[in-house]
């Protein structure tokens, strides 16, 4: 069912009513957003009036005449803001994974307002004055644990937020918000134009050479099938998918050039001067706040707590990652020469001659693997079949239920004893009108205080298939669906009270933990036989194939790490940047500042351009990609708890789920895992894994 949302416009605001489909929580299972009844004019009344709603709930908060409890404070700011987030939860959605030009104008002129409403709550003297009272008598409270977590929560969030500062710097600082605010969201559609716009057309199929037929006519349909024209559209990051298969290296090279430069054109879409703003700002921020950095500011609630422990963290990693990759390009210049050519390896050369390479050393073609990766069995027979081996969860399909694009699929989660427990929505397929990468969110957050179960879904990237064709995958993309449900069972198996520490609202370099840690069961012998098929002959996929697969798993991890430790390096540098720090020329600071850590490599290139760094400068994860390196320790950690106890039992994975996936944000993390694992996680695990150790 294609959502109505996306046929309508408005050019003013209208009035908020009560038959805007936000004034009420849905009747639907689950409370599940009811896309069918969604316009893009909705989204501007349901916000004004959530917004006026909440500040009025919050205003008799914090001139409650009553001294400050745990329930008339705390509680009550829990309660808060029903409206707005049903209709940020639906709006989140769209304007990520199916957005228009309409939407995006209304996340053009609302993030500022969000920004300066937030800052219109935490900067509230007399609110902060009844939080802050109930922090310091938080010892005689006699609270629950959760209880007592979410009072030192909300303390916490208040400080970050700048409730200390003096009347006229939090005038500067919602300044500061709203322009942060405003940027990071322009950046975010300049974005995705720039992608759309800098998709690779071809007019000769001679020069697709290397792709299987599927992908040609993949690529023919994305130019809307006009005769004689080919469309490889980009994805989020430097390197893109065909760069492995196509033989002409001029179109290898036109492929990344236009990967590499989308946002630096000189054009309407150039993203150069707005990033170099963003970062300058942020360092306004943090001075203001009394750090010496955003980073410092930024880390206060994280695991790693200080930019001297990321950067201890990395440059533990760096050395060893910078060799591997030396060592594979060795092999790749060898083969190069090997094959009569004379020309010295480039970024664009890597993934197509690394796949060489890989069939040569051992004996492995992602052609000859993707036709036991069906989509539909990836995910029905290996990702839910684990979910089910490990915690007892069973899914159905549910086709009543109201979607926001045609290919979107919902599926309700039971327990094992057969009682309700999520609903789960995958969208898998890219779109033009979508955010590269993928990610998972909740439309519905599960709450013990509300009596809500959680709504979660999944987005992805893969390339669709032409009609009538099976929807193959890359081993990679498996990965990447089990990655991405390890974040749904994170959010399914919550279990808390209050939404605010419900499920993923855990720290970066936390949260995905659970996703890596779920990658692990995409190989795992039981599950691995029982959804890697053949498409055409049933076939499981031979074991000589998976012999091959797992010999090849630490194949490439010298570039694949170094690429990723480039880009959380980057994320870093920006945002370590002193205070004042002048506006900076962005492709000589990009290079200075990775050539400063050994990352500078012309082959390889960092996964994220700063210019299309999308994490970073609009996704919230300023001074936090390191997070993935840091839950990789984690992850590879954990799994190694399950090798030495038993692997996939419903046992171990009942532990899992009670000790770690249903915890939320309850407690300190690094004692949350601690008692998990025994002891304090060490760094050796993801050393091996990676095959750099």
Known sequence: MLMACNNNSTTKTEAFSSDNPFAAESTLPYQTIDFSKIKNSDFPPAFIEGMRQQMEEMNKIADNPEAPTFENTIVAMEKTGQLLERAMHAFGVLTSANTNDELQKIDEEFSAKFAAHDDAIHLNPKLFKRVEAVYNDRANLNLDPESLHLVEYYYQQFIIAGAKLSDAD???????????????????????????????VVDDVKLLDGLSEGEIA??????????????????????????????????????????????????????????????????????????????????????AKTPENVFNFLNQLIPASVAKAQQEAADIQKLIKEQGNDFELKAYDWDYYAEQ???????LDNNQIKPYFVLDSVLLNGVFYAANQLYGITFKERKDLPVYQEDVRVFEVFEEDGSPLALFYCDYFKRDNKNGGAWMDNLVNQSGLFGTKPVVYNVCNFTKPA??????????????MFHEFGHALHGMFASQQYPSLSGTNTPRDFVEFPSQFNEHWSLYPQVLKNYAKHYQTGEALPQ??????????????????????????LDMNWHTLGPDAPLQDVNKFEEESLGKMNLWIDYVPPRYRSSYFLHIW???????????????????????WFEENGGMTRANGQRFRDMILSRGNTQDFAELYKNFRGKDPSIQPLLRFRGLK
């Open 544 to 569: 000589s194939l998976i012999d091959k697969i797992k010999k090849a798993g630490t194949f490439n991890q010298g570039y694949a790490f170094t690429e990723y430790l480039a880009a959380a390096a």
């Open 170 to 200: 939090k005038e500067k600082l919602k300044k500061l918000n709203e322009e942060d605010a405003s940027l990071s969201t322009k950046f975010s559609n300049m974005l995705l134009a720039a992608g759309k716009e800098g998709a690779l």
């Open 357 to 363: 390479v890989r069939k040569a050393k051992y004996d």
């Open 618 to 640: 609009s996704l919230g994860y300023s001074s936090a990609y390191y997070a993935y390196s840091w839950s990789e320790m984690l992850d590879h950690d954990a799994y190694t």
């Open 218 to 303: 993949a690529a023919a349909a994305n130019a809307g099938n006009e005769p004689g024209k080919w469309k490889i559209t980009l994805k989020n990051t430097t390197q893109q998918p065909e760069l492995s298969s196509l033989k002409n290296r001029e179109i290898r090279e036109k492929l990344f050039e236009a990967s590499w430069n989308r946002a630096e054109r000189g054009d309407s879409n150039d993203t150069r001067s707005l990033i170099a703003r963003l970062a300058q700002l942020r360092t306004e921020k943090a001075k203001l706040l009394g750090f010496p950095n955003y980073s410092a500011w930024r880390l206060q609630d994280q695991m």
């Open 467 to 480: 009609k009538g064709q099976p929807a193959l995958l890359s081993f990679d993309d498996v990965t990447t």
